[in-house]
């Protein structure tokens, strides 16, 4: 049973640019959660997608959008880089609905973003 | 909003000892789960056990175990007979019950602790 899978693992990108990161869930999960974590920091929630649409969002501006696709894979897309997005990018994924145990985080490896 | 607070940055304990993590939160809700989070080198964040709120057993899993102080909002972290691949980053997390329709849950998250485990 693959886990949550998250590509690339690296990625060095100049200010201004734009970037989409890629997230594939764990089997028979339908949720997938965004998270950066900065350097020393605890991971801080972006947004959560289900049935295609974005359900909860965090404290973090436009240039940080989402999808979800109908085989429950996310891409996270920020626009117009800053050096202050340089962080590591998780992906979580659970079940939306079903017993306390469904809902449990499983997280992926992550990818860093460097912004130069 | 809900703030999870992890005083110690970082803690050092010996092979085979016995160290406790701290975590404390802010909430004005009366059902929520807590998590303690593991985050080894390889970055990947593995769940180490969890609490739900309504219950006053404290959980334990293994050589893991929490002290779960509800009117305090307390929630620490026991590790016992500590191993060498216990070292890693610690995150404190907090995730309402409450769903809005048709969702999930966000966590908040603590800084973090880093345990150091030494021969």
């Known amino acids: 049973d693959a886990g949550v899978t998250q590509s690339p693992t690296h990625l060095i990108k100049t200010r201004g640019q734009q970037v989409t990161l890629r997230c594939s869930p764990k089997?028979?999960?339908?949720?997938v959660s965004w998270y950066q974590q900065a350097l020393g920091q605890g991971p801080q929630f972006i947004f959560q997608?289900?049935?295609?649409?974005?359900?909860q969002r965090g404290n973090f501006p436009d240039r940080f959008s989402g999808h979800q696709f109908p085989n429950y894979s996310s891409e996270l897309n920020v626009n117009a880089l800053l050096l202050g997005d340089s962080a590591l990018y998780l992906c979580?994924?659970?079940?939306?609905?079903?017993?306390?145990?469904?809902?449990?985080?499983?997280f992926g490896q992550g990818t860093r973003l460097t912004v130069v | 909003a809900q703030t999870v607070t992890q005083s110690q940055p970082e803690m050092s304990v010996q092979e085979a000892e016995t160290v406790t993590l701290s975590c404390t939160y802010d909430?004005?809700?009366?059902?929520?789960?807590l998590f303690w989070y593991k985050q080894p080198p390889s970055r990947q964040m593995i769940l180490v056990i969890r609490?739900?709120?309504?219950?006053?057993q404290n959980a334990t899993e293994n050589r893991f175990s929490v002290n779960f102080q509800k009117a305090a909002k307390s929630f620490s972290l026991k590790i016992s007979d500590s191993q060498l691949g216990d070292a890693a980053m610690y995150f404190c997390?907090?995730?309402?019950?409450?769903?809005?329709?048709?969702?999930?849950?966000?966590?908040?998250f603590g800084k973090g602790t880093s345990l150091l485990v030494t021969p």
């Open positions: 979580a994924s659970s079940l939306a609905w079903g017993g306390y145990r469904h809902t449990e985080a499983f």
């Open positions: 089997s028979g999960h339908d949720t």
């Open positions: 997608y289900y049935e295609e649409e974005e359900r």
């Open positions: 909430t004005s809700e009366s059902d929520y789960y």
């Open positions: 609490q739900e709120a309504y219950k006053q």
């Open positions: 997390a907090y995730r309402s019950a409450k769903r809005r329709l048709n969702s999930g849950y966000a966590l908040n």
